[in-house]
Nanobody, 123 residues
Framework: QAQLAESGGGLVQAGGSLRLSCAAS????????MGWFRQAPAKEREFVAA????????SYANSVKGRFTISRDNAKNTVYLQMNSLKPEDTAVYYC????????????????WGQGTQVTVSS
């Protein structure tokens, strides 16, 4: 059973930083591209960032470019999302997801999803 477990969410003031982590188990981590998505209560799920199996190909949503950084540590089976200069509009549940490495990193739908972690940015 493939499992993704997010952590690191919380409450932060605007302009602050958080680092989210996603620990993967039950799959061969290096065989999967990884992505981060988010969903606010009254909005649809939206793409945030993704990277390929090795971390050599990376894509970001325009809304987070220059502020967020996605990375992965294949030795630890973990993907990260470093979030800087946070804004109230970044408030959402953030989800980690995995898609098979034989597909483009922006493929839809992704194969596996975590349970989500709440990020709240106050003004």
């Amino acid at each position: 059973q493939a499992q993704l477990a997010e952590s690191g969410g919380g409450l932060v003031q605007a302009g602050g930083s958080l680092r989210l982590s996603c620990a993967a188990s039950g799959l061969t981590f290096r065989n999967y591209h990884m992505g981060w998505f988010r969903q606010a209560p009254a909005k649809e799920r939206e793409f945030v960032a993704a990277l390929n199996w090795s971390g050599s190909i990376i894509s970001y949503a325009n809304s987070v470019k220059g502020r967020f950084t996605i990375s992965r540590d294949n030795a630890k089976n973990t993907v990260y999302l470093q979030m800087n200069s946070l804004k109230p509009e970044d408030t959402a549940v953030y989800y980690c997801a995995a898609v098979g490495g034989d597909r483009p990193i922006l493929s839809r739908p992704y194969d596996y999803w975590g349970q989500g972690t709440q990020v709240t940015v106050s003004s």
